[in-house]
């Protein structure tokens, strides 16, 4: 099984009846259930106010993949905890950032750039996949369209990405880089624009197969490779 954490601050939902309304179980709540439906895929989940944020050695050294959902409380996030997160990508485990997770600790001291941008609210967004050979984007549409999310925009300050797999274009004429791959030392990062916590974004089923699609690309290799191992092999 591919065992995946994903973290999320929880604050809005608890907050704000309007986006309690939206995501009733949290966000976390709502992308745990859709990647459970995977029978290869297992799902604990971790939010800020739990002791040290959920992400203890124990619970990271049982994660292959962790998902980041972070907004208002980026500084909320102990040092140690990002310390911990970002030894466990660079010894091998998978990171996924959803949206605003683009400014948290762990995406800057990965990516080692402020990771500013454009933005505003209520935007519509045709999201456009420009590499459809990416394992990211198999078996996803070549256009998928948001009719509200919020609008990131260029320059978004981020180091060259191993590879741009969606674009977004917004209907305000701002054009971003939602999807982009990065590598640091063993780990694979997958930043994914998409997810506006006031839009049912993680609903739709294109957007669920996306995040589907890189919990499998960012898993460790050595995992991967288990499954194909022939032990019976001999050597001369």
Known sequence: M??????????????YEGIRK?????????????????????????TLDMSEHGLTEEVLANTDVLIWWGHCCHEGVSDEVVERVKKYV????????????HHSKIMKSLLGTSLNLKWHHG???????????HPIAAGVSEQIILEEEEMYGEYFDIPKPDDVVFL????????FRSGCTFTRGRG???????????????????????????????TPVNYLSKPYECKEAKWE
């Open 2 to 15: 591919i065992r995946v954490t994903v973290w999320n601050e929880y604050i809005h939902e608890q907050k």
């Open 168 to 175: 977004g274009w917004f209907a305000s004429g701002e054009v």
């Open 22 to 46: 939206v995501y009733p179980k949290g966000i976390h709540g709502c992308i745990a259930e859709f990647l459970e439906k995977d029978e290869n895929i297992t799902v604990q989940c971790a």
């Open 90 to 101: 660079l010894q091998g485990m998978g990171l996924i950032a959803l949206h605003s997770a």
């Open 123 to 133: 935007d519509k967004e045709k999201l456009i996949c420009v590499n459809p050979s």
């Open 188 to 218: 694979k990062i997958f930043y994914f624009q998409p997810g506006h916590e006031e839009y049912p974004i993680y609903y739709m089923t294109e957007i669920q197969k996306i995040i589907t699609n890189a919990v499998y690309w960012a």
